[in-house]
């Protein structure tokens, strides 16, 4: 099977059915593990990228937070939220099949705080002059959290 076939079909698919144009499947073996196309719009969960629902879906078939030994194919390069979780879960590969300088003369995803183009350098800039607002209340009882799961997870 051609997984980068399977990818583009998957992500048509998804926009002919409402969805956005974007999909993931992940494999282990030369054997599709889990599929997804983004389910953003049918969802309304902003979160609902496809390589994020494809990361958790595997991760539970699999029993485990690392797929070391599976490769993803995405349909487009991942946004920061799916960069991070692709790193988190640290496959053996990333396959991307376009990048978004590529398709924007179809399709842009530009939010409040977020625009493709911009958003990378914005984890750059000190917390105080990032677009989205954030404030840090400090709460030394929130480091027991930490402190309680260090005792718990002595090695």
């Known amino acids: 099977m051609n997984f ?6 998957l992500a048509k698919e998804n926009v002919r059915n409402g969805g956005r144009p974007f999909a993931c499947v992940i494999v282990q073996n030369g054997e599709i593990v889990v599929e997804s196309p ?13 390589e994020i629902l494809a990361v958790r879906a595997a991760c539970m078939k699999l029993q485990t ?22 790193y988190y879960c640290s496959p053996k590969k990333v396959i991307y099949l376009t990048t978004r300088e590529e398709y924007a003369e179809y399709y842009t995803d ?9 958003f990378y350098d914005e984890y750059t800039k000190p917390v105080e002059q990032r677009r989205l607002p954030m404030v840090k209340e400090h709460r030394q009882d929130a480091l027991e959290v930490y402190a309680l799961w260090k005792e718990l997870n002595k090695q």
Do not use: W
């Open 4 to 9: 980068a076939e399977r990818t583009i079909e």
């Open 110 to 118: 530009d939010r409040k705080y977020f625009e493709l183009q911009t």
């Open 65 to 86: 937070e690392h797929l070391t030994e599976c490769e993803i194919y995405v349909l487009a390069s991942p946004c920061p939220m799916c960069l991070g979780s692709l």
């Open 38 to 50: 983004n389910l953003v719009a049918q969802t309304h969960d902003p979160t609902a990228h496809a």
